[in-house]
């Protein structure tokens, strides 16, 4: 069996084409749409990201601010720039880009985001409304995800998927996203200190990877016609590696490759939240 593969490229452009329609229709009734980010520091992977987030604003005309903050930033200073993004009118929503340097209490900027503003649902209060099941901006990778396996009709009523990783940009939000009733998958959450990863993996119709372990699932670890969604990054010699080893292409159903898979759906579903934002505030 060769997978058949999750196109997340394909799809995320697909996404951005219909948000570009959505945005004209604002920009009609005279609302605009604004995407803030905040990049601290010159991290290559995360100044990417960000270049990428700003390149697809351009794409569907959504209006761009940037904050961009040297790599000796002060705590101070991420917080004056994320006091900007909330007194902005042009700003719909922004994100501030992740991980933040070191020294930089992470948790305290995100929860001085305006939820109203917060386009990565990583806020206190929309996590806690994802935990309560009530609307709110969903964070971008786990939203991604669902809708990938959606298009692709990947069954997950009753699915059995395991997650690997608990950081809350994938995997914790991922968990409380599939066990909604609106997906009702059986979630089961590994981690570094799971005793037999392989026995989880094993049983698992859906596996998502995003431990940030190159290679770190193989095919003997997967169970024929599963599907496995590859979210882990890391730098080998410079070159972008996933969590999946390659030969699990013969042995899964489905397939979201890294890059190409869950990548670009992260970077749709930040468009959407923003899109979503301004249809909300102006009532359409
Ligand atoms: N504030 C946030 N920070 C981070 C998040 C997040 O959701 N919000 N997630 C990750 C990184 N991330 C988003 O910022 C992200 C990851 C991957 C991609 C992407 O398009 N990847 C491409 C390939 C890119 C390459 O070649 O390097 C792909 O997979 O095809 C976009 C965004 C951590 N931080």
Redesign the pocket.
Known sequence: MTARILD??ATAAEIRADLAKRVEALRERGVRVGLGTVLVGDDP??S??VN??HRDCAEVGIESIRRDLPADASQEDVERAVAELNADPACTGY?????LPKGLDEHRVLELIDPAKDA?G?HPVNLGRLVLMQPGPL???PKGIVELLRRYDVPLRGAEVVVVGRGI?VGRSLGLLLTRRTENATVTSCHTATRDLAAHTRRADIVVAAAGVPGLITADMVKPGAAVLDVG?SRVDGK?TGDVAPEVREVAGWLAP???????M??AM?LANVVEAAEAAAGA
């Open positions: 997340g490229k992977g995360s990417a990201y990428m987030k994100i501030v880009q992740l991980p990565d990583l964070p971008c990778t940009t990054v972008l890294n890059p190409g898979g869950v990548g670009p992260t970077r930040l």
